[in-house]
Structure formats: C-alpha cells, structure tokens
C-alpha cells in the first residue's frame, strides 16, 4: 500500500470535519521551510537564489511549531533548502512527531547516510528524497556529478533503518517519458514506499528558463507515463490529481491548500508565489485576495503552473466534496493501468537532450559556489 491506513484515515477524518463545518477554505498541508540554505544549485529552482545573508538564516524549533499549532494541518511538508543542513533539524522533527503530524521531511539525500542517527523511525516521519529520473538525468537537473549515486545510498541505508522512504521527481520539458517509466522501476526494486511526480513552477529567479513544461506539453508527457502502467508502481499522490495531469480533468488552483511559513513569516499566496508575507496565519487567509490567482484568474505567473501544491487540494476537496468524487476516488484507486494505445504512441516519440540543461558550465562551477555560501 502506498499510504498507510492511520495517515489515510487522519486525513479522510480531517477533511471530513472541515466539510461539516462547513469551512470553505482549510489547509491540507502545511508546506514548513526552516531555510533556504542548500548543497546543490538545482538548474529549476528558484529557492536559493537569495543573498548569503538570507541563506545563513533559519526558523527556530519554537517558531516552527507555533506555525505547526497555528495551521493545524494534519500534514507538515520541510522543504528547503536543504532541511539536512539545519542545525535543529533532529529537535524540530521530534517536536512534530510529538504533536503527531505526519511530516515529509524533503531532502536531496547527499547528508542522509550521515544525519540518519539523528531520528527515530516512526509512521509519522518520511524521507521524501528529490529524485529527478535515472542517473544520467538526475545529475545533469541538480548539477552535481554523482548525486543519483549518493541519494540512493541515503535511501537504502534509511530503509535498512526501518524509516519511511518516499521519492518526489520535478519534470521538465525535454523529459524522457521512457526513461521516467524506467526509473519508477528502479525506485520500486529499491524498496521506496511510494513515488511522487510534478511538473516543474517556472520560478524567476531559476537558471534555467528554457525547460519549463506548458500545460499542453504537461498533460501530453504525463499522458505517456501513467498511462499503461505497471501495478508494481506506488504513488504518493491522489489519484484525480494523477488524472488531472493526464489532462482526464479540469481542476482549479486551491493555493490556500498547503499554505508556507518560511524566515519571512506567512508567505502569500502559496508556496511558489512570492507576492508578500503575512505575520500570522489568521492574517494569511484574510487578507490574501485569492480570485487574483489561479489559471482562471488570468494571473500570468499562474498561466502553466500544474503544480501538486496547487492543484492536489483541489483533488482533495473533489474527492471528499460530493459522493460522485469519492466513486471516482475510487475507481482510480481500483482501475488505475488506464489503457491507451496513443498513449503508448506517444512513448516512441523521440524525447528532446536532457544535455541542454543550463550546460556543463553551471555543472562544474555549483559546487565551489555553494560551499563559499554555506561557509
């Protein structure tokens, strides 16, 4: 199973409440950055191109769990950054454990192997270790020669612990839907609990800005990766949201779904747009203008996002909304192999070089560059 039964209930019971209350607008996940500080230069991401000063900094455990208390989100996502790189780190995730919230702890696994020691298995902690394809493909999105290799040394000695072991990939244009199809194969042999699949936010700040997925291009590529599937493959997504980037069905944009707390305090309006801070969550959700955002709205910096922390809430709230979203829950749980021969069509397309990412320049010269930062 790829969820255990005591998360699914916690959160089934959760959404189930909000909708008696007859609460609108509640949170699913709460998306807790305690820096922005990282060991790798990743060619999509926009998160740590702050200056020096900014990356040194970081949330205290005390702040961290005040936001825990005020969301109230059965769920607690630490991405970063890299939250392996956070001094607390251990204290923080024992503080959440305690309040019993099921935390995905993001990591690109280079510091796993060495920061394993610090934590406790438990059903409420998961590694969710950035995987970006095979090998080759890894290496070239992250820009670090070897980076698949420690990952996956990270992963295997978290499993022999006992731990929770999940996987979250970004894909971009150019992807290889083959090769994407090859390393679900990979992950399942190595014995992760599930996989979880994006498309990659076109961030401005990110360093490469070429290989951003559109929506059409979006659904054609994951058209060609879930469907025709192996029932071996494990996913950690609900799977409308799966159907929603098949292109098998409309959703909008719900951005107060996996609200942000970062150093900056209550980020508006989600975890990818930065359009000013909020002190508190109260004030997050009151005075955010939320019809300025979303596809509908016209926003441009929302024209091509399909991103899971935008759009998963929403499959969310169709699956818990009517009886005819639950059914339908269901059935994708059920009957989720989706036959298409054009989908199969599709996976002789050739696929663009992954190779044109950002180049072997921005390759070489991360490392040197991050270590001056960290320093």
């Not at 004030?283 to 922390?309: D, F, I, R």
């Not at 070089?353 to 270590?371: D, P, T, W």
Request: net charge neutral.
């Amino acid at each position: 199973m790829a969820v255990p039964v005591s998360q699914m209930w916690t959160v089934a019971s959760y959404v189930l409440r909000q909708k008696l209350a007859g609460r609108e607008r509640y949170p699913l996940v709460l998306m807790l950055e305690p820096l922005f500080r990282c060991n790798l230069a990743c060619a999509g991401c926009g998160k740590i191109q702050y200056p020096a000063h900014i990356l040194k900094k970081n949330l205290t455990p005390e702040q961290c769990f005040q936001a825990v208390d005020e969301c109230g989100a059965p769920m607690v996502s630490i991405p970063g950054g890299e939250p392996l790189m956070h001094p607390q780190i251990a204290e923080i995730v024992e503080g959440l454990v305690a309040r019993k919230k099921y935390i995905y702890l993001c990591t690109n696994a280079l510091l796993l192997k060495e920061k394993i020691g610090l934590f406790k298995p438990s059903k409420y902690l998961t590694f969710s270790v950035h995987m970006d394809g095979q090998k080759e493909h890894h290496d070239f999105s992250v820009c670090r020669e070897g980076g698949y290799d420690i990952a996956v040394e990270g992963i295997k000695a978290a499993l022999e612990r006992g731990f929770r072991v999940t996987t979250n990939t970004t894909l971009f244009d150019g992807a290889d839907a083959n090769s994407v199809r090859a390393f679900f194969d990979e992950m399942m042999d190595i014995g992760v609990e599930s996989m979880m699949l994006s498309p990659g936010y076109s961030y401005d700040k990110a360093p490469d800005q070429q290989h951003f997925l559109g929506r059409a291009r979006t659904r054609r590529l994951f058209r060609a990766i879930f469907s025709n599937r192996k029932k071996t493959w494990r996913f950690n997504q609900s799977p409308l949201f799966v159907e929603f980037l098949m292109g098998k069905r409309p959703y909008s944009c719900t951005p107060w779904g996996m609200p942000t707390y970062n150093i900056f305090g209550w980020q508006k309006p989600c975890y990818l747009l930065q359009d000013g801070y909020a002190d508190s969550y109260k004030e997050l959700m009151e005075t955010t203008v939320w019809k300025e955002y979303g596809t509908e709205s016209g926003n441009p910096q929302c024209a091509n996002c399909m991103v899971h922390c935008g759009y998963e809430p929403s499959a969310v709230n169709d699956t818990f909304g009517s009886l005819g979203g639950f059914f339908d829950t269901v059935r994708a749980t059920l009957f989720n192999t989706y036959k298409d021969a054009g989908a199969l069509e599709l996976l002789n397309e050739p696929a663009k070089a992954v190779h044109g990412f950002v180049g072997v320049e921005q390759l070489h010269k991360s490392a040197a560059e991050l270590e001056e930062t960290n320093a």
